[in-house]
């Protein structure tokens, strides 16, 4: 803004009309005028006046050039101005103008436009006559009443009230930092100090309230603590407590109450424009709520903290995120998780704790001595007919009848249901160690030591034994005697009379305790009625008992009612022809069936396995290729096969056969030929290794080669999968690696 000029400008000094003003007019006139003063000036531009809307900003100093700004800037916008004249009030504030001189800097620009045009010179502020008597001026003579209105504002300096007749009216709203010795006729030890108070009078000194109002106190203006007296009375009958309310001020104990408490806490939420409280609250006497936000107790109930509990049951406990005692006597713990966890009824114990229960102690945990359930899973409950300490309880769990510690598992009612001894492997999966059924099968895995301690000297006890008092049973001397006397034998007991005995050695005694070195020595008669005929390989060799023949009456697999002839040997068995001799069929110990030559059936049941394998070599990696790993054709090794390891390839040729003890159903080799390496499921049901890599696998999923070595994925590109198809799976695999049930149908 070019050629700028304030030709002329008169400066109204309020400070000095204010001294000027205290010596001749009353008060209230002086401090009606405020700080600021009012600026008048002519502002030219370009060589005539100005009209228009400009910015001007002033700057105080204490001398007419240099120096540091004493107030300032001021910056008054959008001033008018017409034909060059305009005037702004400009104010600096308390304390600025103390009697020195001052010189007024000015700068202009139009308004919200260009820079700012600095002026010069500096305009000096120049005081009123009547200002500069006031600046000199002492209240020595000045007589009358000052109006009380006008005795008012800030005084600097002290202001001494020394004659005895001096008095104040009024409650003193507005007077501070007073140091009296009696107030109202009261010392300063009457009052309560902030550093405390000494001899006080029990009864006679308090602090609170002597009408019927609650004693407040608050922080920050807010109210943070309410102690409220109620009483109650009835025809024959008086109540009467504190209500303590601590907290947020929305907190409340209902009307009515007596003796609630309210520690702390509660809430007031704002989320947008919407805005809400979340108080704790206390709607029966007695009741208390320690802190938290949105907690409710009823009468003599307790919530200690925590959110939105709910303890509404006389007596009762809720604590926690959303636990809910809604029963007399109740005790409800909820942890972080959302939604309620509710008390079922009345005098309960009830935690919700997603992590588990953990208690610490060295003295284990203590029950009483009553006949009551101990710990149950609320699963097949009672009926409400049974008795009331177990009516609508589940039936699996611990119960202690009358001197019998019972572990119980539901009746025939439901079924099947079995209890089981099992051991977990880290993966979480059990391992089978024992398990009895509905009907008290006992079923062990890795069988029964009877005895262990070897405490038997002879007789049926300690024994395996049969029924309540009848004397059937098995016995095993262990503490005395020697091999040939019975000590390590085993003793068969009917009626409580030992029947037959079986020595260390293997002799057999029947009716007799000591039988000699024969196998079997029987004082009485014998019949091979469905017996055995013993096959020895050395005359008189009373250990060969491995080999021989005997009638089996109902348990030959295979043969129509189990009965008939059963050949066996202790490492197999064969069948042929003499002369000369030819093994046609034979037969090991394990199981293994032999055939010389062409074998005819018009079926054929394998129950061994449930995949039809042929062995393979498989080209060595960087390690052992394990069961269940999915392999490909080798291309650089003609008739070997390879760990997959890329998606979709169509040089699949099957899964290492074996995994989860799913064995081959049929294995195909020519000996000499095409034998050795491992055999490889071609088809049927087989455990494949196989991972998410391509999204959870569900039954009925196609599965083809991944990414991962030796493992198999889901197909989800139909197009690629074409030539690359292992089969169907028959399992699901939610996320990571494991084993799948895959039907291999090669494709």
Same mark, same amino acid.
Request: hydrophobic share 35%.
């Given at each position: 803004?070019?050629?700028?000029?304030?030709?002329?400008?008169?400066?109204?000094?309020?400070?000095?009309?204010?001294?000027?003003?205290?010596?001749?007019?009353?008060?209230?006139?002086?401090?009606?005028?405020?700080?600021?003063?009012?600026?008048?000036?002519?502002?030219?531009?370009?060589?005539?006046?100005?009209?228009?809307?400009?910015?001007?900003?002033?700057?105080?100093?204490?001398?007419?050039?240099?120096?540091?700004?004493?107030?300032?800037?001021?910056?008054?916008?959008?001033?008018?101005?017409?034909?060059?004249?305009?005037?702004?009030?400009?104010?600096?504030?308390?304390?600025?103008?103390?009697?020195?001189?001052?010189?007024?800097?000015?700068?202009?620009?139009?308004?919200?436009?260009?820079?700012?045009?600095?002026?010069?010179?500096?305009?000096?502020?120049?005081?009123?006559?009547?200002?500069?008597?006031?600046?000199?001026?002492?209240?020595?003579?000045?007589?009358?009443?000052?109006?009380?209105?006008?005795?008012?504002?800030?005084y600097g300096s002290p202001v001494n009230l020394d004659n005895a007749a001096n008095s104040f009216s009024g409650n003193g709203a507005g007077l501070t930092n007073v140091n009296a010795t009696l107030l109202g006729g009261l010392a300063v030890s009457n009052f309560w100090q902030t550093t405390g108070n000494a001899g006080t009078v029990p009864g006679v000194n308090f602090l609170g309230t002597s009408d019927n109002e609650p004693l407040i106190l608050?922080?920050?203006?807010?109210?943070?603590?309410?102690?409220?007296?109620?009483?109650?009375?009835?025809?024959?009958?008086?109540?009467?407590?504190?209500?303590?309310?601590?907290?947020?001020?929305?907190?409340?104990?209902?009307?009515?109450?007596?003796?609630?408490?309210?520690?702390?806490?509660?809430?007031?939420?704002?989320?947008?424009?919407?805005?809400?409280?979340?108080?704790?609250?206390?709607?029966?006497?007695?009741?208390?709520?320690?802190?938290?936000?949105?907690?409710?107790?009823?009468?003599?109930?307790?919530?200690?903290?925590?959110?939105?509990?709910?303890?509404?049951?006389?007596?009762?406990?809720?604590?926690?995120?959303?636990?809910?005692?809604?029963?007399?006597?109740?005790?409800?713990?909820?942890?972080?998780?959302?939604?309620?966890?509710?008390?079922?009824?009345?005098?309960?114990?009830?935690?919700?704790?997603?992590?588990?229960?953990?208690?610490?102690?060295?003295?284990?945990?203590?029950?009483?001595?009553?006949?009551?359930?101990?710990?149950?899973?609320?699963?097949?409950?009672?009926?409400?007919?049974?008795?009331?300490?177990?009516?609508?309880?589940?039936?699996?769990?611990?119960?202690?009848?009358?001197?019998?510690?019972?572990?119980?598992?539901?009746?025939?009612?439901?079924?099947?249901?079995?209890?089981?001894?099992?051991?977990?492997?880290?993966?979480?999966?059990?391992?089978?160690?024992?398990?009895?059924?509905?009907?008290?099968?006992?079923?062990?895995?890795?069988?029964?030591?009877?005895?262990?301690?070897?405490?038997?000297?002879?007789?049926?006890?300690?024994?395996?034994?049969?029924?309540?008092?009848?004397?059937?049973?098995?016995?095993?001397?262990?503490?005395?005697?020697?091999?040939?006397?019975?000590?390590?034998?085993?003793?068969?007991?009917?009626?409580?009379?030992?029947?037959?005995?079986?020595?260390?050695?293997?002799?057999?005694?029947?009716?007799?305790?000591?039988?000699?070195?024969?196998?079997?020595?029987?004082?009485?008669?014998?019949?091979?009625?469905?017996?055995?005929?013993? !096959?020895?390989?050395? #005359?008189?060799?009373?250990? $060969? =008992?491995? @080999? %021989?023949?005997?009638?089996?009456?109902?348990? /030959?697999?295979?043969?129509?009612?189990?009965?008939?002839?059963?050949?066996?040997?202790?490492?197999?068995?064969?069948?042929?022809?003499?002369?000369?001799?030819?093994?046609?069929?034979?037969?090991?110990?394990?199981?293994?069936?032999?055939?010389?030559?062409?074998?005819?059936?018009?079926?054929?049941?394998?129950?061994?396995?449930?995949?039809?394998?042929?062995?393979?070599?498989?080209?060595?990696?960087?390690?052992?290729?394990?069961?269940?790993?999915?392999?490909?054709?080798?291309?650089?090794?003609?008739?070997?096969?390879?760990?997959?390891?890329?998606?979709?390839?169509?040089?699949?040729?099957?899964?290492?056969?074996?995994?989860?003890?799913?064995?081959?159903?049929?294995?195909?080799?020519?000996?000499?030929?095409?034998?050795?390496?491992?055999?490889?499921? !071609?088809?049927?049901? #087989?455990?494949?290794?196989? $991972? =998410?890599? @391509? %999204?959870?696998?569900?039954?009925?999923?196609? /599965?083809?080669?991944?990414?991962?070595?030796?493992?198999?994925?889901?197909?989800?590109?139909?197009?690629?999968?074409?030539?690359?198809?292992?089969?169907?799976?028959?399992?699901?695999?939610?996320?990571?690696?494991?084993?799948?049930?895959v039907l291999v149908t090669l494709q």
């Amino acid at each position: 803004m070019k050629n700028v000029k304030i030709r002329r400008l008169n400066c109204f000094l309020v400070l000095a009309l204010l001294a000027l003003t205290m010596v001749a007019a009353p008060l209230s006139t002086a401090l009606a005028q405020g700080t600021a003063f009012t600026y008048q000036g002519q502002l030219d531009s370009s060589g005539g006046p100005a009209t228009g809307s400009f910015d001007l900003v002033f700057t105080l100093y204490g001398d007419a050039t240099g120096g540091s700004s004493l107030a300032g800037p001021v910056t008054n916008t959008a001033v008018a101005v017409t034909n060059g004249l305009f005037a702004t009030a400009v104010d600096f504030g308390d304390g600025k103008f103390t009697g020195g001189s001052n010189w007024l800097s000015i700068s202009v620009r139009t308004n919200g436009a260009g820079a700012l045009t600095q002026l010069a010179p500096r305009t000096q502020l120049n005081p009123t006559p009547y200002a500069i008597f006031a600046e000199g001026a002492n209240a020595g003579g000045l007589s009358g009443v000052i109006p009380a209105g006008n005795f008012s504002g800030t005084y600097g300096s002290p202001v001494n009230l020394d004659n005895a007749a001096n008095s104040f009216s009024g409650n003193g709203a507005g007077l501070t930092n007073v140091n009296a010795t009696l107030l109202g006729g009261l010392a300063v030890s009457n009052f309560w100090q902030t550093t405390g108070n000494a001899g006080t009078v029990p009864g006679v000194n308090f602090l609170g309230t002597s009408d019927n109002e609650p004693l407040i106190l608050r922080a920050d203006n807010q109210v943070g603590l309410q102690l409220q007296y109620v009483s109650s009375s009835g025809f024959d009958s008086f109540s009467s407590g504190m209500n303590i309310i601590g907290g947020y001020s929305g907190n409340t104990i209902s009307n009515g109450v007596i003796g609630g408490t309210i520690a702390g806490g509660g809430d007031y939420s704002r989320f947008g424009l919407l805005g809400g409280g979340v108080p704790n609250v206390v709607t029966g006497s007695y009741g208390t709520v320690g802190g938290g936000n949105d907690n409710t107790a009823g009468f003599e109930a307790t919530v200690p903290g925590g959110f939105d509990n709910l303890a509404s049951g006389n007596y009762s406990f809720a604590a926690g995120q959303s636990a809910q005692a809604l029963y007399a006597g109740a005790f409800v713990w909820a942890d972080s998780q959302n939604g309620t966890f509710a008390s079922s009824t009345s005098d309960e114990f009830s935690i919700r704790a997603n992590n588990g229960v953990r208690i610490q102690t060295s003295v284990g945990v203590h029950l009483n001595a009553a006949d009551e359930p101990i710990i149950v899973r609320d699963w097949d409950v009672f009926a409400p007919s049974a008795p009331a300490d177990k009516a609508g309880i589940g039936r699996w769990g611990l119960f202690m009848e009358p001197t019998i510690l019972t572990l119980g598992i539901p009746s025939d009612d439901v079924s099947p249901r079995y209890f089981q001894v099992a051991k977990y492997n880290t993966n979480g999966t059990p391992t089978q160690l024992a398990q009895v059924d509905q009907s008290g099968n006992l079923g062990v895995v890795g069988g029964v030591n009877v005895d262990q301690t070897g405490t038997n000297i002879g007789g049926l006890y300690p024994g395996l034994t049969f029924g309540a008092s009848s004397g059937e049973g098995i016995a095993s001397q262990r503490a005395s005697g020697s091999a040939t006397s019975g000590r390590y034998g085993l003793e068969f007991y009917t009626d409580f009379a030992n029947r037959m005995t079986i020595l260390q050695n293997g002799s057999v005694g029947v009716g007799t305790t000591t039988p000699s070195e024969a196998l079997m020595e029987v004082n009485g008669d014998v019949r091979l009625d469905q017996n055995r005929l013993l !096959l020895t390989s050395v #005359v008189g060799n009373a250990n $060969d =008992t491995g @080999n %021989g023949l005997e009638y089996d009456p109902s348990g /030959l697999i295979g043969v129509p009612g189990g009965a008939g002839p059963f050949l066996f040997g202790f490492n197999g068995g064969a069948l042929g022809t003499s002369d000369p001799n030819q093994v046609s069929l034979s037969w090991s110990y394990t199981g293994d069936v032999w055939v010389s030559n062409n074998l005819s059936t018009a079926s054929l049941t394998i129950r061994g396995g449930a995949d039809l394998a042929e062995p393979f070599n498989i080209t060595a990696g960087k390690g052992e290729v394990p069961q269940g790993a999915v392999v490909v054709i080798d291309e650089q090794n003609p008739g070997q096969l390879k760990l997959t390891d890329q998606p979709y390839d169509t040089r699949v040729a099957g899964v290492v056969s074996g995994a989860n003890g799913i064995n081959p159903g049929i294995q195909m080799h020519q000996q000499g030929l095409l034998e050795g390496g491992k055999n490889v499921a !071609l088809s049927g049901r #087989v455990y494949v290794q196989a $991972d =998410t890599s @391509n %999204g959870a696998i569900k039954p009925g999923d196609l /599965l083809t080669t991944s990414g991962t070595p030796g493992r198999a994925m889901r197909v989800s590109d139909h197009v690629r999968a074409q030539g690359a198809i292992l089969g169907k799976a028959m399992t699901a695999l939610k996320q990571g690696q494991g084993m799948v049930l895959v039907l291999v149908t090669l494709q």
